[in-house]
């Protein structure tokens, strides 16, 4: 999951009015809300298990 974002930092949906973007995976049962900087490296907010 992580490296899914990784290879692709815009599979998960924007978040209005900031700069995060939220990804769910329901295989894995994970939500993930991040930040993906200029030089694209991502800085992950929140990382929440079901």
Same mark, same amino acid.
């Given at each position: 999951?992580? +490296?899914?974002?990784? +290879?692709?930092?815009? /599979?998960? &949906? %924007?978040?209005?009015?900031?700069? /995060?973007?939220?990804?769910?995976? %329901?295989?894995? %049962?994970?939500?993930?809300?991040?930040? +993906? &900087?200029? /030089?694209? &490296?991502? &800085?992950?907010?929140?990382?929440? %298990?079901?």
């Amino acid at each position: 999951m992580i +490296v899914a974002i990784s +290879v692709n930092p815009r /599979l998960g &949906t %924007e978040v209005p009015g900031t700069l /995060l973007r939220d990804y769910a995976d %329901e295989i894995d %049962e994970v939500r993930v809300i991040y930040y +993906v &900087t200029a /030089l694209r &490296t991502i &800085t992950i907010v929140a990382y929440i %298990e079901a």
